[in-house]
Every structure is written in structure tokens, then in C-alpha cells.
Nanobody, 125 residues
Framework: QVQLVESGGGLVQAGGSLTLSCAASARTFRRYVMGWFRQAPGKEREFVAAISWSGSSMLYADSVKGRFTISRDNAKNTVYLNMNILKPEDTAVYYC??????????????????WGQGTQVTVSS
């Protein structure tokens, strides 16, 4: 069983920045593909970014490309999402997720095996 705990959410003005963190309980964290997803009120959960187990390969949703950066520190069992130039449409609950079998980052949420509880990000205009 893998436990994931997100932190770093909050309220920020448009154009501002936030960095989310996701700490994992598993000793084998370095083997996992990690992803960030988000769900806005009344909308389905959508892919934001994902990173390979080694950190050498990343994927981004078109809507965040150039503004968000995913990274990981395997020594700390933590994955990060650095969010810049935030927009009101980035407002959502952000979830991290772990995929334990594949090597490459995945966009499909159904590929992921474990999920955190989420952290709220609110961007005011």
C-alpha cells in the first residue's frame, strides 16, 4: 500500500506562483511513475503532468505547458509541481498519483494505482 499526501495548495492571485508537494510512504517510490491531476468544480478530473521514475521524462497537458514544471526527489520520496503564471482556470483540487508498473509517464488517470486526498488551489482574478 502506498500513501500519498499532497501539500502546498492555497489562495493566490492570477499571475502568481505555487509549488505543490506530494510525499509518498513507499520505500520503492523511485520505481514509480508519478502524476498530477486536477478537478475543478463541475468538471471531470484531468491530467496535468507526469514524470518517469528516473525523472528524465515528463509529460504536460497543453493547458499548463510552459507554466508548470513537474520534478521529483527520490531521496525524499517526494514529487513537486511548480506552478507559475497561474490563471483563474487553474483553480481546482490537485491530486498526485502513483503508477507502479510502467517506466514512462502516463496521461491516462486509469493507469494510476494510488491517489492522494488532494489539495485545493484557488486562483483569484
Amino acid at each position: 500500500q502506498v500513501q500519498l499526501v499532497e501539500s502546498g495548495g492555497g489562495l493566490v492571485q492570477a499571475g502568481g506562483s505555487l509549488t505543490l508537494s506530494c510525499a509518498a510512504s513507499a520505500r520503492t517510490f523511485r520505481r514509480y511513475v508519478m502524476g498530477w491531476f486536477r478537478q475543478a468544480p463541475g468538471k471531470e478530473r484531468e491530467f496535468v503532468a507526469a514524470i518517469s521514475w528516473s525523472g528524465s521524462s515528463m509529460l504536460y497537458a497543453d493547458s499548463v505547458k510552459g507554466r508548470f514544471t513537474i520534478s521529483r526527489d527520490n531521496a525524499k520520496n517526494t514529487v513537486y509541481l511548480n506552478m507559475n503564471i497561474l490563471k483563474p482556470e487553474d483553480t481546482a483540487v490537485y491530486y498526485c498519483a502513483a503508477e507502479i508498473e510502467k517506466l514512462a509517464p502516463q496521461k491516462d488517470q486509469y493507469e494510476y494505482d494510488y491517489w492522494g486526498q488532494g489539495t485545493q488551489v484557488t486562483v483569484s482574478s
